[in-house]
C-alpha cells in the first residue's frame, strides 16, 4: 500500500509504544511528561518503576504487526453514536478488541459487543479489568504508577487530585503501561501540539496503529445530532465533552477523517 508523505512525517515505526523494566526516559520526553499534571511524590521514577515492576512482570508480548499473522484490531470508543449501531458482532470478531476508560458492554452488547482484550485507562477512570483482558495504563503523573502498584497490591493509595479505586482486579500477567515517550510522541506528531495532551482514544488508535495489520475504529466523535455524549448514559450537557480545555476533539477528530483516507483504518459510523 502507498503511503503518503503525510503519513509518512507522522508514524515513526521505531517507537516503543509500552513501558518495560529497564527503559529510561529521554530526558525532553520526561521533562514534558512530568509537566502534564502536578507531581508532588519525592520518589524518582526509577523507584517507582522498580516497585512496579515487582508487582507485574516485564511486558513480553510482541507487539510488532505481522502480515502473515493479520492481527485484526477493533478500536472502540465510547461516543453516543454507538447507540443503535448493530455493530456488536462486526466488534467481537475481530482479533483484538480495544477499550478504554469507563467503557460498559453489560446491556449494550448488541451495539458494542462484550470482548475486550486490552483496556486503556488512567487511576480517575479505572475499573475492573474482565478476565483474559490486558489492563493497559496511560499514566499522566508518576502518582499514576504508584496507584497501579497499590491498586494491584496493598491498596494503600486512595487519592491522585481526587478519589480513585484503592484495588482494581486486573490479571498481574497482562498489565501493561504506555511508555511515556509513546505518550509524548503522539502529541508532538499526531496532534501537533493541539491541546495539552491528546485524549487516551488518540493514543489507544495510535497504539493500535503501531501493533495491528487491519485497524477499525467505532464510536469516536459526535452522534448524529452533534452531541458529544457516552453511549451508556445521557448527557445534560452536550458540548462539554469538546470544551474540556485540554484536548482538542476537532483536531483529533480531523487526524481520525485522514487516517480513514489514506486507507490506513476503517471508521465505521
Same mark, same amino acid.
Given at each position: 500500500?502507498?503511503?503518503?508523505?503525510?503519513?509518512?512525517?507522522?508514524?515513526?515505526?521505531?517507537?516503543?509504544?509500552?513501558?518495560?523494566?529497564?527503559?529510561?526516559?529521554?530526558?525532553?520526553?520526561?521533562?514534558?511528561?512530568?509537566?502534564?499534571?502536578?507531581?508532588?511524590?519525592?520518589?524518582?521514577?526509577?523507584? /517507582?518503576?522498580?516497585?512496579?515492576?515487582?508487582?507485574? $512482570?516485564?511486558?513480553?508480548? @510482541? +507487539? #510488532?504487526? %505481522?502480515? =502473515?499473522?493479520?492481527?485484526?484490531?477493533?478500536?472502540?470508543?465510547?461516543?453516543?453514536?454507538?447507540?443503535?449501531?448493530?455493530?456488536?458482532?462486526?466488534?467481537?470478531?475481530?482479533?483484538?478488541?480495544?477499550?478504554?476508560?469507563?467503557?460498559?458492554?453489560?446491556?449494550?452488547?448488541?451495539?458494542?459487543?462484550?470482548?475486550?482484550?486490552?483496556?486503556?485507562?488512567?487511576?480517575?477512570?479505572?475499573?475492573?479489568? /474482565?478476565?483474559?483482558?490486558?489492563?493497559?495504563?496511560? $499514566?499522566?503523573?508518576?502518582? @499514576? +504508577? #504508584?496507584? %497501579?502498584? =497499590?491498586?494491584?497490591?496493598?491498596?494503600?493509595?486512595?487519592?491522585?487530585?481526587?478519589?480513585?479505586?484503592?484495588?482494581?482486579?486486573?490479571?498481574?500477567?497482562?498489565?501493561?503501561?504506555?511508555?511515556?515517550?509513546?505518550?509524548?510522541?503522539?502529541?508532538?506528531?499526531?496532534?501537533?501540539?493541539?491541546?495539552?495532551?491528546?485524549?487516551?482514544?488518540?493514543?489507544?488508535?495510535?497504539?493500535?496503529?503501531?501493533?495491528?495489520?487491519?485497524?477499525?475504529?467505532?464510536?469516536?466523535?459526535?452522534?448524529?445530532?452533534?452531541?458529544?455524549?457516552?453511549?451508556?448514559?445521557?448527557?445534560?450537557?452536550?458540548?462539554?465533552?469538546?470544551?474540556?480545555?485540554?484536548?482538542?476533539?476537532?483536531?483529533?477528530?480531523?487526524?481520525?477523517?485522514?487516517?480513514?483516507?489514506?486507507?490506513?483504518?476503517?471508521?465505521?459510523?
Amino acid at each position: 500500500m502507498d503511503t503518503s508523505d503525510w503519513f509518512r512525517q507522522r508514524f515513526d515505526p521505531h517507537q516503543c509504544p509500552v513501558l518495560n523494566h529497564t527503559h529510561i526516559l529521554d530526558p525532553q520526553a520526561l521533562r514534558w511528561w512530568l509537566g502534564l499534571q502536578h507531581n508532588t511524590d519525592k520518589q524518582t521514577l526509577e523507584e /517507582v518503576m522498580s516497585q512496579l515492576f515487582q508487582v507485574i $512482570p516485564p511486558p513480553s508480548l @510482541d +507487539l #510488532q504487526p %505481522l502480515p =502473515s499473522r493479520c492481527r485484526s484490531c477493533a478500536v472502540v470508543g465510547n461516543s453516543g453514536n454507538l447507540r443503535h449501531s448493530g455493530h456488536g458482532k462486526m466488534i467481537d470478531s475481530h482479533t483484538s478488541v480495544i477499550r478504554m476508560n469507563k467503557a460498559v458492554t453489560s446491556g449494550f452488547e448488541e451495539d458494542v459487543g462484550n470482548r475486550t482484550t486490552h483496556h486503556f485507562l488512567y487511576p480517575e477512570s479505572a475499573v475492573d479489568i /474482565v478476565d483474559g483482558a490486558s489492563l493497559v495504563l496511560l $499514566p499522566f503523573k508518576v502518582k @499514576d +504508577l #504508584q496507584w %497501579l502498584t =497499590s491498586a494491584l497490591s496493598t491498596g494503600h493509595i486512595t487519592m491522585t487530585y481526587m478519589r480513585v479505586k484503592e484495588r482494581i482486579k486486573a490479571d498481574l500477567e497482562k498489565v501493561l503501561v504506555v511508555n511515556p515517550e509513546f505518550f509524548k510522541y503522539c502529541h508532538e506528531h499526531w496532534t501537533e501540539g493541539h491541546g495539552r495532551y491528546p485524549s487516551t482514544g488518540l493514543v489507544a488508535l495510535i497504539y493500535a496503529l503501531h501493533t495491528c495489520d487491519q485497524l477499525s475504529l467505532f464510536g469516536y466523535g459526535a452522534d448524529q445530532n452533534g452531541n458529544w455524549d457516552h453511549y451508556w448514559e445521557e448527557n445534560p450537557y452536550p458540548g462539554a465533552f469538546r470544551k474540556t480545555g485540554v484536548h482538542n476533539a476537532d483536531y483529533e477528530t480531523q487526524i481520525i477523517h485522514r487516517l480513514a483516507q489514506e486507507h490506513k483504518i476503517t471508521l465505521r459510523t
